[in-house]
């Protein structure tokens, strides 16, 4: 058995359809995969034909962008129902939001000098949900920056011009809507955020506190510190452990789908609410 519980495609920021996303799961032997796009479930009725067709569990999934405490932090919802009231009416609401951030990010970038990213993250993400990848990508293209790497830390990351965020919905939100659908909620890549070890300590508390479950303890290849770090949260805090890629790519060889650190033994792995008793 291998679970990927955190993938993109290009309903999103991947760069793969939902097809071929299921078609290169099933080719690294992921048994069951999450699709878990930015704030839209646009790519999951085609990911569910595709795994049907070729013998991969798919499990429903989303990645919910929120503030906490002027922290950017993402929020997966897995086993969700896609379709339940709660979870349209927050992705209607993180698509408004999204589309707030993005003009404002443009508008940001204009006052630079950078003319014209919005519309041409926008033309990027070709009806996708917008999000800063896409500005990184505009900013290649433009020759405005060498590599998507470079538009981070100049413009789009944390701290920076393109870093806006007030107007997600808050944690408690949307975790409450997550499990309002069925879903259940990890803290997605807890080292991702320069947290303090206090800070983060209190963001996992509140995650916790606002009904959350579980906790990305392995995302993607991490050190050995890092693991440790994120089993201890875990195991701390009473959550259950999540383990995925954050596939988004190909072209990048270093997040490859399926492959993540092991979940250390310590911790008690999320996939036992999907396993069956035979
Ligand atoms: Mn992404
Ligand atoms: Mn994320
Ligand atoms: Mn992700």
Redo the contacts with the bound molecule.
């Keep these: 058995m291998l679970y990927d519980l955190h993938t993109?495609s290009s309903i999103?920021?991947g760069i793969l359809s939902p097809e071929a996303l299921v078609s290169r799961a099933k080719k690294n032997s992921v048994t069951h995969l999450a699709l878990t796009d930015?704030d839209t479930v646009g790519g999951l009725e085609a990911a569910a034909v595709a795994a049907t067709a070729q013998g991969v569990q798919l499990i429903s999934g989303v990645e919910l962008s929120t503030e906490w405490r002027g922290a950017g932090i993402h929020v997966l919802g897995l086993g969700i129902d896609p379709y339940h009231p709660s979870m349209s009416e927050t992705l209607r609401s993180q698509a408004q939001a999204r589309e707030r951030r993005a003009l404002e990010i443009g508008d940001r970038l204009a006052r630079l000098g950078i003319k014209g990213a919005f519309e041409g993250a926008r033309r990027i993400a070709s009806g996708g949900t917008l999000?800063r990848?896409h500005f990184a990508r505009f900013l290649v293209a433009e020759k405005i920056v060498p590599d998507v790497e470079t538009a981070f830390k100049r413009y789009l990351g944390a701290g920076k011009t393109g870093d806006v965020k007030q107007y997600w919905l808050t944690m408690p939100e949307v975790i409450a809507a997550i499990t309002e659908s069925g879903g259940v909620a990890a803290l997605a890549h807890p080292l991702k955020y320069k947290l303090t070890l206090t800070r983060l300590r209190r963001l996992v508390g509140a995650f916790k506190e606002a009904g959350g479950a579980a906790i990305e303890v392995c995302s993607g290849k991490q050190s050995t510190s890092e693991t440790d770090a994120a089993a201890r949260l875990a195991t701390g805090f009473g959550l259950l452990a999540s383990g995925g890629s954050d596939f988004?790519s190909p072209d990048k060889p270093w997040q490859e789908l399926g492959e993540y650190t092991s979940i250390p033994a310590q911790c008690t792995p999320i996939w036992q609410l999907w396993e069956r008793v035979c």
């Design positions: 993109h999103s920021d930015h999000g990848p988004h």
